[in-house]
């Protein structure tokens, strides 16, 4: 645990070596943060990128936006903002929008954050894996806070160059709240609970991957998994997988404008032991969700799944 808050402190510090403001310090919630982030992988990226509004007249004034993705899947955001409004600021809730040079969006990614308080009574339209403690108190008009967050289920070997606010809600000190959204804002499938699977079959091989579509319903079903061409994977894996997929795991659903819809992720699955490092066989460099399955003689009966970083039982709220 030590090591890796270590690794996780000094990717945030290159990011704002630079400055001496105490603004750009490392805050003890970012410290708190327990990321498997490897310094010198292909799936790692750590940058600074520019910000902007797709609304008029926002309530708050982006001053600093980090991000880093990790060789696992996991996102970790550390935003610092500036209050625009008159009055302070309770809560915030966000939806950053990173897309890269050709325009192509990465990934969504959800924020919240507020005192304590506010966010007993606060609460986000979409589901959040919060990591963050509260504020000590209300962020005063021009005063400065900051934003963490981190978010499951993207790997990707092409870094973020900007990043946009698509959905924005904000709790006031007099308890009002202020909404601000585009016309169409999104947000994508994420695992609810994380389940266990069966043992592997007997036969299977000891490591194997494939990538393959799984298509969610506007409920969260996995109602199909449809793999791709490449890969290593037998029938059998193939066939078992698609079993587990569809009978054991729930999603919370993609949205579009706060309503449920139907959705598709693309996922790399990756069978291996405990004491095998996982093979990518099949995969691109594009973003992709990475869902690890784990045999371990502690589980005979059955099948660790690691998702984002996330293991079995774990789940996102």
């Not at 698509?166 to 009002?176: K, L, N, P, Y």
Request: aromatic letters at 8%; glycine letters at 6%.
């Amino acid at each position: 645990m030590k090591t890796t808050l270590l690794v996780f402190a000094a990717l945030l510090l290159n990011l704002s070596e630079a400055s001496a403001d105490p603004r750009q310090k490392i805050h003890p919630n970012v410290l708190a943060m327990e990321s498997p982030i490897q310094n010198s992988t292909l799936y790692s990226c750590r940058v600074d990128v520019m910000t902007a509004w797709t609304i008029q007249k926002p309530p708050i004034r982006i001053e600093r936006s980090a991000v880093v993705f990790d060789e696992l899947g996991t996102s970790w955001v550390d935003v610092t903002f500036q209050n625009s409004q008159s009055v302070p600021i309770q809560a915030i809730a966000l939806i950053l929008e990173y897309s890269d040079n050709g325009g192509e969006v990465i990934d969504r990614i959800p924020l919240l954050e507020g005192t304590a308080h506010a966010e007993a009574a606060f609460h986000a339209p979409f589901p959040i894996d919060r990591v963050a403690n509260a504020w000590t108190e209300n962020v005063p008009a021009g005063g400065i806070e900051r934003l963490h967050g981190v978010k499951r289920g993207i790997r990707t070997a092409v870094c973020s160059s900007r990043a946009t606010i698509t959905f924005a809600t904000v709790q006031m000190e007099d308890g009002t709240i202020q909404t601000y959204s585009s016309e169409g804002w999104k947000l994508g499938p994420t695992s609810g609970v994380v389940p266990w699977f069966d043992a592997l079959p007997a036969a299977a091989p000891e490591r194997a991957s494939f990538v393959a579509t799984l298509k969610i319903s506007a409920w969260g079903d996995v109602v199909s998994m449809i793999p791709k061409k490449g890969g290593n994977a037998s029938q059998l894996i193939v066939e078992w997988l698609r079993e587990q997929v569809l009978h054991k795991w729930i999603f919370n659903p993609a949205l579009y404008d706060g309503q449920p819809v139907d959705s598709e992720l693309q996922v790399l699955f990756r069978v291996h032991n405990s004491l095998q490092q996982p093979e990518d066989s099949g995969t691109s460099l594009s973003p992709i969700t990475v869902i690890d399955l784990t045999s371990n003689p502690q589980f005979p009966r059955r099948t660790q799944v690691s998702y984002g970083g996330l293991m079995s039982g774990s789940v996102v709220k």
